[in-house]
């Protein structure tokens, strides 16, 4: 199972908004309600902030929102914070399964 | 709140074994009970990025283990419900086995809502 293909790095202002996608195959995204996004900043364990494609855990910004097309899901943020720089990493139950991460991409505040 | 601890992370030589600890607590205010949850594994080696390795779900759900390729065969992940505590056993282990590995507890099939703080695993000879 190869890894989900992500952005390697993306950047935006204060205030902006942004998207990272996250590209995977029939047996993964485009087969799967089962999409996550996570948040890590250094040094810590990761977040979990969208589950099932697009729902947010209780205490989770509403900045923060996912989205599914085919095999492509978009994890966005809105209004753009210096505290949002970090990791994020996509994830995708497979047909076997089993789950597979995104690569990461490193979000970057202006 | 429901919190994650993982223990047993150290320096082992290649083709060694090590066993990881997973113990779990909180539940008293929570909605969940221990056997009631699927755990994962999660490994992320020096400047890269998560990999999953493996999850166990629920005794009641049949208390079935997947893996990952790179892992199958010399992984086994386990549980003890009695002392809410998850196990993940590694054998003949290799160099690219080395990585903070991360416990985790999924809040739907897809989803791991609570992790662990990482513990570290090197191998080296």
């Known amino acids: 199972q190869s890894a989900l293909t992500q952005p390697a790095s993306v950047s935006g202002s204060p205030g902006q908004s942004i998207s990272i996608s996250c590209t995977g195959a029939?047996?993964?995204?485009?087969?799967?309600?089962?999409v996550s996004w996570y948040q890590q900043h250094p040094g810590k364990a990761p977040k979990l902030l969208i589950y099932?494609?697009?729902n947010r855990p209780s205490g989770v910004s509403n900045r923060f929102s996912g989205s599914k097309s085919g095999n492509t899901a978009s994890l966005a943020i809105s209004g753009l914070q210096a505290e949002d720089e970090a990791d994020y990493y996509c994830c995708s139950y497979t047909t076997s399964s089993t789950l597979v991460f995104g690569g990461g991409t490193k979000l970057t505040v202006l | 709140e429901v919190q994650l601890v993982e223990s047993g992370g150290g320096l082992v030589k290649p083709g060694g074994s090590l066993r990881l600890s997973c113990a779990a607590s909180?539940?008293?205010?929570?909605?969940?009970?221990?056997?009631?949850?699927?755990m994962s594994w999660v490994r992320q080696a020096p400047g890269k990025g998560l990999e999953w390795i493996g999850r166990i779900i629920s005794k009641s759900g049949g208390g079935t283990t997947d893996y990952a390729a790179p892992v199958k065969g010399r992984f086994t992940i386990s549980r003890d419900d009695s002392k809410s505590t998850v196990y993940l056993q590694m054998n003949s282990l290799k160099t690219e086995d080395t990585a903070i590995y991360y416990c985790?507890?999924?809040?739907?099939?897809?989803?791991?809502?609570?992790w662990g703080q990482g513990t570290t695993v090197i191998v080296s000879s």
């Open positions: 985790s507890s999924h809040i739907v099939a897809g989803a791991m809502g609570v």
């Open positions: 099932d494609v697009s």
């Open positions: 909180g539940f008293a205010a929570s909605q969940f009970t221990f056997s009631n949850l699927w």
């Open positions: 029939s047996s993964d995204v485009a087969a799967s309600d089962y």
